[in-house]
């Protein structure tokens, strides 16, 4: 196998996932960055200043720490723009239900993008017919790939407009959208009106004016 990685699919899926159960650990998993970054700003400003105050270490290499928690909470307000995401998995997981597939093939190529790594991945087995390769990215952002699903996973949503996979065990979600851009496009073109009305509620597509 030279373009993908692939895993032996088990033969009985796993038991369903509760979507209540996702949608808490993704808010749990979020808020836990959040108090990390807090942690880390609150260190770089607290600790130059107990050192310049008390003597023990006057440099002015003291000056950077501030500087790196300017930056630092900075990037994390960009960060948790992520929080309006959480909602489009609320709406995704109301609106679908969840399928399990038990095949998932990764190419080896991911692409960093300022939402998180972009996986391209295959999934294959569910009722929607050929499977094209499709982009994932973490809704909360993290970077991490999660092997896990490369023995299945659980899809929800139309992969012509986009959807989430909820990972087996772990419960880690990643948004879908077709990796091709023509092909989505063609694709979108060619499903009905209710299937895009229920797009539209979901929250995958701009409602129409």
Do not use: C, H
């Not at 023509?182 to 009305?197: C, F, I, Y």
Request: without cysteine; charged residues 25%.
């Amino acid at each position: 196998m030279t373009d993908a990685s692939r895993a032996t699919a088990p033969s009985v899926p796993p038991a369903p996932v509760d979507i209540d159960r996702v949608l808490g650990r993704a808010t749990r998993r979020l808020l836990g960055d959040l108090v990390l970054r807090l942690v880390l700003i609150a260190a770089l400003i607290a600790v130059p200043t107990m050192l310049t105050r008390t003597g023990t270490w006057d440099s002015p290499a003291l000056s950077l720490f501030p500087v790196a928690a300017v930056f630092l909470a900075l990037f994390t307000l960009y960060r948790f723009g992520f929080n309006v995401r959480l909602g489009k998995l609320r709406a995704v997981l109301r609106n679908y239900p969840l399928e399990f597939r038990p095949r998932v093939a990764r190419k080896e190529v991911d692409t960093w993008t300022k939402y998180g790594t972009s996986f391209t991945l295959k999934i294959s087995g569910g009722s929607q017919g050929p499977a094209p390769w499709v982009r994932a990215v973490n809704v909360i952002g993290r970077r991490r790939w999660p092997k896990e699903a490369e023995n299945g996973a659980w899809v929800a949503g139309d992969l012509a407009f986009g959807g989430v996979l909820v990972v087996p065990g772990t419960e880690e979600a990643l948004f879908l959208e077709i990796a091709k851009r023509d092909k989505a496009t063609r694709a979108r073109e060619e499903a009905g009106p209710e299937r895009r009305a229920r797009a539209e509620q979901a929250g995958l597509v701009r409602k129409r004016s």
